[in-house]
T-cell receptor, first 112, second 113 residues
Framework: DTGVSQDPRHKITKRGQNVTFRCDPISEHNRLYWYRQTLGQGPEFLTYFQNEAQLEKSRLLSDRFSAERPKGSFSTLEIQRTEQGDSAMYLC??????????FGSGTQLSVL | GENVEQHPSTLSVQEGDSAVIKCTYSDSASNYFPWYKQELGKRPQLIIDIRSNVGEKKDQRIAVTLNKTAKHFSLHITETQPEDSAVYFCAARTKTSYDKVIFGPGTSLSVIP
């Protein structure tokens, strides 16, 4: 499968726990995005990488959120001390020229 | 900050009729405008896109128009079919700081057989 893959598909956690999600982009894509989507809303921009460099992080994102993309390949998104408001679908997307984003299936996070 | 607005939020049409979804963007330097379709429980998928040096683009039953002066762009679906039922998102690539793609809130389209 040469598409964008995300793991896990679903994550249930208790409030206060840390969670980490993984995204494997399409191999030749140098740009990688993380978005968050809640029911009835559009994807909300979280952060963006070009190769291994994190170019921008949403001002709406608290310090509990961190993302990495070591060696410009896969990326991880970590949420520390999860809160119920973090419950959402976390989508990863990749692109070659910052156009035509290809999305993964997402990780559905539920914080109890 | 950068913003993309979209309306209507819901749209119901009879099969065979046309559907139009409209978006506005705030960053006048935006230069790329994609449209995504998201079926229930699935990932968003690109259906058509347009760059700022083009006023209109068509692909079979779907077309997108762009008015740079008014900062408006629209999606037109003709001869709608039940399989067109989905949520449609417009988006814009903003040019403030590092360019990034931001999305509108979505339009839920229902095509009634």
């Amino acid at each position: 499968d040469t598409g964008v893959s995300q793991d896990p598909r679903h994550k249930i956690t208790k409030r206060g726990q840390n969670v980490t999600f993984r995204c494997d982009p399409i191999s030749e894509h140098n740009r990688l995005y993380w978005y968050r989507q809640t029911l009835g809303q559009g994807p909300e921009f979280l952060t963006y990488f070009q190769n291994e460099a994190q170019l921008e992080k949403s001002r709406l994102l608290s310090d509990r959120f961190s993302a990495e993309r070591p060696k410009g390949s896969f990326s991880t998104l970590e949420i520390q001390r999860t809160e119920q408001g973090d419950s959402a679908m976390y989508l990863c997307a990749s692109s070659e020229f910052n156009e035509k984003l290809f999305f993964g299936s997402g990780t559905q996070l539920s914080v109890l | 900050g950068e913003n993309v607005e979209q309306h209507p939020s819901t749209l119901s049409v009879q099969e065979g009729d046309s559907a139009v979804i409209k978006c506005t963007y705030s960053d006048s330097a935006s230069n790329y405008f994609p449209w995504y379709k998201q079926e229930l429980g699935k990932r968003p998928q690109l259906i058509i896109d347009i760059r700022s040096n083009v006023g209109e683009k068509k692909d079979q039953r779907i077309a997108v128009t762009l008015n740079k002066t008014a900062k408006h762009f629209s999606l037109h679906i003709t001869e709608t079919q039940p399989e067109d039922s989905a949520v449609y998102f417009c988006a814009a690539r903003t040019k403030t700081s590092y360019d990034k793609v931001i999305f509108g809130p979505g339009t839920s389209l229902s095509v009634i057989p």
